[in-house]
């Protein structure tokens, strides 16, 4: 009876384990497994994290206020004053950004370039990633490049430092290619795109805008890989129009995360950096740039004197001047426009404008490379005008007493470099590390240190220093990225392309 019933619990066993094992993929799978990750949600954290991440308090207080757009040394901040840290918040956060949009092309889709159901997403996602890697190397220089963002079975937790020249070179490379697999018959992201709401047509104007982006980026390192990648892209469909535009949408009566990353700082961050540099209000007081009421807010001493003026304050400055600071003497960015909650409506958060893209092309007229000399006056006009009418300037009139500024007339070739070099600094207002990265590479505008010797002897910082987690887990590779660097892991080294 006994062996019986053994047989029966056995049959038994055998029935539920053949019953288990049919389905035992799906029962042992996670729902949120990266299998089951539509590709949709990780494009649209991505485009949001790295657009917002440039005008956050913390990238005006460092980058902001080497680029002088932000005064961030009220509140004794420490790269602000040029006094050296390690950037670990940039670091991982972009290194984030990148794990995510590498899981598209590495697990979500992998494999699928023919299909057309997932090849120009992936080529949209592997574009989007190609921007987030061009940042992080311009930040910091030699980064984890090819042995990072792998698949599972390929990570590689003390990955070497590539050179920047070699990252450039790959991700010229890998953008033709994303280029060359944009479909407009295929799927793609619709709304989730926050860019271009998965417009083809649109992706590839960004893309070729991108690789023109890139090309300029390097023209003083490698001019002969500049002019031929700059050249190219000329002759592609570039951004067109503030249309063109790649923002995320921003929304001032929802959630702070939700806010513009200006208007954050506002409401979430602290008075003390609040504070426009003088080398910015001076330029838009210099010139009477329609902008600057939309800008900058008048000090609060004159607005009460009722002769409301408009007044920065120094950068880097030493404790002893910053005991003297009066701060109701000075200007912070306006509180009609960019610190206003019930501005409408809302003021997007740009990553690429068709304004960059212009100043781009009247840099790469000037040389010859993809259009004659002479069209690179109206290309810079193209990119004053579209950045005054961006949001929240919206000026389609430029004033008569603004004119010369959109002449190039009796200029030298490096007379027009400045003015193209001034203009998108000043556009750049918000974007503190495309701000600060344009600054080193073309040398306007013309920026004095602050007085505060900090860690550079009152230098302006050339770049940011890499993690301190790189050197507790990845020192061997890391040690020998720093072998590289002219003055070591400092603010004094320069990154490969910064020639000037």
């Not at 980058?63 to 006094?83: D, E, N, V």
């Not at 220089?141 to 920047?164: E, H, I």
Request: net charge positive; charged share 20%.
């Amino acid at each position: 009876m006994k062996n019986i019933k053994f047989k029966s619990c056995l049959l038994l066993g055998l029935f539920l384990a053949q019953a288990c094992t049919k389905d035992f993929e799906k029962i042992n799978t996670p729902p949120d497994t990266v299998s089951n990750i539509d590709p949709a949600f990780i494009l649209s954290k991505a485009q949001k994290d790295m657009a917002f991440a440039e005008g956050t308090e913390a990238a005006n207080i460092q980058f902001g206020s080497w680029a002088q757009h932000w005064a961030a040394g009220l509140g004794l901040a420490t790269p602000s004053r040029y006094i050296q840290q390690s950037d670990d918040g940039n670091w991982s956060e972009h290194y984030n950004i990148i794990r995510n949009l590498s899981q598209v092309r590495n697990q979500i889709l992998a494999g699928r370039e023919s299909d057309p159901k997932a090849r120009t997403k992936l080529a949209i996602a592997r574009i989007a990633e190609i921007s987030v890697w061009q940042r992080l190397t311009d930040l910091f220089g030699d980064v984890p490049f090819s042995q990072s963002a792998l698949g599972a079975d390929d990570v590689n937790s003390q990955p070497k430092f590539d050179t920047q020249e070699s990252i450039y070179k790959t991700l010229i490379r890998d953008l033709d290619v994303a280029l060359s697999q944009i479909n407009a018959t295929d799927d793609s992201y619709g709304a989730a795109d926050f860019y271009f709401q998965g417009n083809a047509a649109k992706w590839k104007k960004y893309g070729n805008s991108l690789k023109l982006k890139l090309g300029m980026r390097i023209r003083y390192a490698d001019p002969i890989l500049a002019a031929k990648t700059a050249t190219e892209a000329m002759r592609q469909p570039l951004m067109e129009s503030n249309n063109d535009n790649a923002a995320v949408p921003t929304f001032n009566d929802a959630t702070t995360s939700s806010m513009h990353p200006l208007l954050q700082h506002w409401v979430t961050g602290s008075p003390d950096f609040k504070y426009l540099a003088t080398a910015l209000v001076n330029q838009l007081l210099a010139t009477n740039d329609p902008r600057l009421p939309r800008l900058a807010q008048p000090t609060d001493n004159s607005v009460k004197a009722k002769a409301p003026a408009y007044k920065g304050i120094g950068v880097a400055l030493t404790d002893a001047m910053l005991k003297t600071i009066v701060k109701a003497d000075y200007s912070t960015a306006s509180q009609t426009t960019f610190f206003n909650k019930a501005y409408t409506p809302a003021i997007p958060c740009l990553a690429m404008s068709f304004s960059d893209v212009s100043f781009f092309k009247a840099e790469a007229a000037l040389e010859g490379w993809g259009a004659s000399v002479g069209m690179a006056e109206q290309f810079y006009k193209d990119g004053v005008k579209a950045a005054m009418a961006q949001s929240p300037y919206n000026i389609t009139d430029i004033p008569p007493s603004y004119q010369n500024e959109l002449s190039f007339a009796g200029l030298s070739k490096e007379q027009m470099l400045e003015k193209i070099g001034v203009q998108k600094w000043i556009q750049l207002f918000g974007r503190s590390m495309e701000a600060y990265t344009e600054w080193r590479r073309m040398g306007y505008p013309k920026l004095t240190p602050g007085p505060n010797l900090g860690s550079t002897n009152g230098t302006i910082p050339r770049r940011t220093v890499y993690s301190s987690f790189e050197i507790l887990l990845n020192k061997k590779n890391y040690d020998e990225a720093v072998s590289r660097l002219s003055h070591g892991d400092s603010y004094l080294s320069k990154v490969w392309w910064d020639k000037r």
